[in-house]
């Protein structure tokens, strides 16, 4: 009888450690990304042509983000090329109003460079140009969770493109909040290469 009874307990006993054994170590489980709907890609254009009217910035769709282009030579000093110009500051600003209005929306910005021989100067140069944009979207009050800026150099230049001027230019990318990893993710490995090139020299 009492030989059961250590049989029952010791069951018993098994049986409990298993149940929490499975529960401490069960798997976590990741919710899907929503998609991004057709309602966000229609709502966000029009508010960014409406900040972008009347400038020389362009907009252009890639995937399910919304790409405002900022040409340096109409957005930056010619003779101090990090320092934005007046007239650049009313459509980023525009935007960033926009991103402040709504929560659900992110903002990647990436500076570009031509090709050159110097990979100090092009990707310090693409990177300041990219944190001189950011920084007046931090003024509206985005912070690290919404904005993300990279110096990319001559990593990403458009070859179809009639001048190579049109290589120099900042990038905003304008996308929603929950995808703003995995779109930043897309570029780091080639900031990271330009940064490698930058410190060798």
Known sequence: ?????????AISMCALLAACSSTKYQPVVYLEKQP???????AKEAQLRESIQGTQFTLHQQD????????????????RPT????SALRPI??????????PDTAVLVLGHTDVVTNNKGSYTLSADRARAVA??????GLTNRRMTHLGLGDSHTLSNQKHAAQNN????????STHMQDVA???????ARQLALAKAR
């Open 1 to 9: 009888m009492k030989r059961k009874i250590y049989q029952l307990a």
């Open 36 to 42: 991004v709907t057709s309602e966000w890609m229609s």
């Open 64 to 79: 399910n983000a919304w790409i405002v282009t900022a040409p340096v030579q109409m957005s930056f000093n010619p003779d």
């Open 83 to 86: 320092l934005l110009l007046p």
């Open 93 to 102: 600003t525009r935007i960033s109003k926009m991103l402040e209005a709504n």
């Open 135 to 140: 920084s007046i979207f931090s003024l509206s």
């Open 169 to 176: 230019r900042v990038e905003i990318i304008i996308i929603p």
């Open 185 to 191: 993710a897309m570029y780091r490995p080639a900031h």
